[in-house]
């Protein structure tokens, strides 16, 4: 997704009008021993003291005696190293960024609240299992309590206006909803208006087909088949990561290993944080989402997890305009403005859900009415599944954690110390016929296949396959009796783990290292060896003979230092806009399959005018490999804060920029728009994990960025240049012996 900072860009310009709180003065630099003293340590809601190990790094590993204990410390931690971060996702979450913002970000929140993706929260934390509830209600007592005694707010809050409010449970759900929006929406957002097309019915199944033909991650035989708006859904998900687990047999160890890079909007402070824990019923290292309570990628003593976005098909738009008047419903809500006006709106439901034609950040028609159904606004229960993942000792257990997962749909791998490896399909679907959609927008008849959910425990799963690893790149999981979506990535990132996994040659830490950080896309050569091909026979200038020769030399990996990574995109870019024109542009790029796309309609194309089309893209592609003497020169990543991008004040949140290796469906991610100018990555590779099972102390991960939320703190940045960049890792051991040797600050915190 589009990082949260671009969200934040929006807003906050109207800050600029604000005088003295946009000029509030950036901390002072804080050394991790200043950081650690804001941590309150005595009369704390707890049953018995907890220790707290904390790295050179700012990353903790919390021992307690009791769960809830645990759940209180790590409502602490998350607080003291993101609170400022929590807060802005749980306005997002809620429709309340106009309050901070002001008024240009009245119609944001207008959306948002149409949407309402914490719709299901209410009826989820009162379905919620005792111990659960109990463990999220001990988390919010922990954020609450240290909120309370901050001495010293968060630079966000001074600069945003923001009060601090208590956390409830409900609110917890509400950042979870937020970081499992469906992916799909993004897609649609940026097809609607291409429904204008006279070629539109074609267009959109070619797209479907394109999206829908992905490369599967495992066979299963028949029978075990079982834009303003935009970027602020893309904070904390997108269309990206990468997972793999190989079995003890092809890894050397007779323990299997896992490997896992998620894919989340660049940005600072990362939208991970590290943390182990260590309690009666917990023990474990890994990545955790701010403002929520579980391991979501890492591993315990017995098991490791990760897992990747698969894309499914959790929502509908629907064609509501033939709903009865009696069958809408109408309430009225008020949005708050920061240096405005509140200002009223008008909010509509239909048992086919919330009538999103009104939002205005969707694009739609001015006559049409539009509903959408979302396996999210469903009471589903997805904090207690990853925490029946977080203890769960064998695939069995692992598998059977998912029954009640839904959001966001998930590819999740498992890799065991005895060597096993698994699959599993995590989340909830209507049953539908199996069958593409005749358009973007269904008919109301469609709807009764919301009747019935299929679970995880109906869709596929894998155990064991024979090749001896899993892999998955939010391609699709497996053939299945119902679809499990649409748009899937292309498949330059599973074929590429696949060439680099397939034999039978041993796999070590450090070639799942090394993968991570490959630069290869295997679609950008078959396009290129196309275009060669095209160009035979043309009447070429010099010139144009010069950049077609820097791209047949080009062995197709993405590096920053790459001159034919550079001219090859150069060269794209006209040709796309060539052949489909600017809302064709928007809508090849949304399906997530360009090239494919391009190298059939160049085939179609009469050779004259695709002469013409390729000539003129060779010029300007020497034009940019002129003005740029290498990809990484024009493909750049910038390492800010979200307010970097605010005109005036963002050069001080700019903390350098580096040039990037990587591209779209690189396994080394690096996303961006297509383009011959200078720009950024939006999302890509944003923390790495590589475990090994035979050692519980073999655990390495790392940021882009840092640990500390906190602006200028010594770990704010700090693994962005000296790790992330050289494909280095930070060691997590999972033993407390092992944990005491690395940590470098012990902490006690002690009960009232």
């Known amino acids: 997704m589009r990082p949260l900072r671009m969200v934040m860009m929006v807003w906050l310009a109207s800050l600029l009008t604000a005088g003295c709180a946009v000029l509030t003065p950036l901390p002072r630099q804080a050394e991790i021993g200043d950081r650690l003293a804001a941590m309150p340590r005595e009369r704390l809601p707890l049953q018995r003291p907890v220790t707290v190990h904390w790295t050179e790094r700012q990353v903790p590993f919390i021992e307690a005696e009791t769960d809830t204990d645990l759940a209180v410390a790590l409502g602490l931690v998350h607080a003291h190293l993101r609170l400022a971060q929590m807060e802005t996702l749980r306005r997002i979450a809620y429709g309340r960024v106009a309050e901070l913002g002001g008024p240009l970000l009245a119609d944001l929140d207008h959306s948002l609240r149409i949407l309402d993706i914490p719709k299901a929260a209410p009826a989820i934390v009162a379905g919620m299992p005792a111990e659960t509830r109990a463990f999220v209600e001990a988390f919010v007592a922990g954020i609450n309590h240290y909120q309370s005694q901050l001495a010293v707010l968060p630079h966000e809050f001074a600069v945003g206006g923001i009060a601090p409010e208590p956390w409830t449970a409900e609110h917890v759900i509400a950042l979870g909803r937020l970081a499992a929006v469906d992916v799909n929406w993004l897609v649609w957002f940026r097809l609607l208006p291409a429904r204008e097309r006279p070629d539109w019915p074609d267009l959109w199944r070619r797209l479907v087909a394109a999206g829908s033909t992905s490369a599967p991650s495992f066979l299963v035989p028949p029978d075990r088949r079982s834009a303003t708006l935009e970027n602020a859904l893309l904070p904390v998900g997108r269309t990206g990561s990468n997972s793999i687990a190989v079995a003890g047999g092809r890894s050397g160890t007779g323990a299997a ?8 909007g660049i940005q600072l402070p990362n939208l991970w944080l590290l943390a182990g824990i260590k309690s009666p019923g917990y023990h474990a290292v890994g990545l955790m989402v701010p403002g929520l309570p579980f391991v979501a990628v890492g591993r315990n003593p017995w098991i490791a997890w990760g897992g990747t976005n698969m894309r499914a098909a959790s929502s509908d738009l629907f064609d509501a305009s ?21 200002r009223e709106i008008e909010i509509r439901d239909t048992p086919l859900g919330p009538l999103v034609s009104d939002a205005p950040a969707v694009p739609v028609r001015d006559d049409e009415r539009l509903a959408l159904k979302w396996i999210g606004h469903r009471q589903t229960d997805e904090l207690t599944a990853m925490l029946k993942v977080n203890r769960a000792r064998d695939f069995e257990a692992f598998r059977a954690a998912f029954d009640g997962f839904a959001i966001s749909a998930l590819n999740m791998l498992y890799a065991d110390k005895v060597g096993n490896i698994g699959q599993v399909t995590a989340t909830q679907l209507p049953a539908r016929a199996n069958r593409p959609p005749a358009d973007i927008v269904r008919p109301v008849e469609e709807a009764a296949a919301w009747d019935r959910i299929v679970t995880a425990r109906d869709l596929p799963f894998a155990y064991n396959p024979a ?23 292309g498949d330059d990132r599973i ?20 993968m991570q950080l490959d630069t290869a896309k295997p679609s950008a050569i078959a396009l290129r060896d196309g275009l060669l091909g095209f160009a035979d026979g043309q009447n070429l200038t010099p010139a144009q003979r010069a950049t077609l020769d820097l791209m047949r030399s080009w062995d197709g990996h993405y590096r920053a230092n790459s001159r034919g990574a550079l001219v090859f ?9 060539a052949v489909y024109g600017e809302e064709g542009f928007q809508a090849i790029e949304a399906g997530g399959r360009p090239y494919e796309l391009l190298m059939q309609d160049l085939d179609k194309l009469e050779p004259s005018v695709r002469g013409r089309h390729l000539r003129a893209a060779l010029d300007q592609a020497a034009e940019v490999a ?35 290796d990587g591209s779209n469906e690189t396994l080394n991610k690096t996303a961006h728009a297509l383009t011959d100018r200078r720009h950024d990555t939006r999302y890509g590779t944003n923390a790495r994990h590589v475990s090994d099972l035979a050692d519980p102390d073999a655990n390495w991960f790392v940021l882009l960025g840092g640990q500390d939320g906190w602006l200028n703190s010594t770990t704010f940045l700090d693994q962005a240049r000296d790790l992330w960049a050289g494909g280095e890792y930070v060691k997590m051991p999972l033993t407390p012996e092992a944990v005491r040797e690395v940590a470098r600050h012990r902490m006690v915190l002690s009960p009232r």
């Open 257 to 264: 290993l896992m490997a896992n890079d998620p894919h989340l």
């Open 322 to 342: 033939g709903l009865p008047p009696g069958e809408i419903t109408t309430r009225r809500e008020t949005v708050k403005v920061r240096w405005w006006f509140d």
């Open 467 to 489: 090749g001896g690893y899993l892999a998955s790149a939010n391609n699709k999981a497996a053939e299945s009796e119902i679809p499990l979506g649409w748009f899937f990535s």
């Open 495 to 514: 074929s590429r783990m696949r060439e680099l996994l397939d034999g039978d040659s041993r796999i070590s830490v450090a070639d799942l290292r090394r």
């Open 569 to 577: 995109e150069a060269t794209t870019y006209p040709l796309v806009l």
């Open 626 to 660: 002129a003005r740029f003497g290498s990809w990484g020169e024009m493909h750049r990543l910038q390492l800010q804060h979200a307010f970097g991008q605010v005109p005036l004040i963002g050069g001080r949140y700019r903390f350098g920029e580096l040039a990037a």
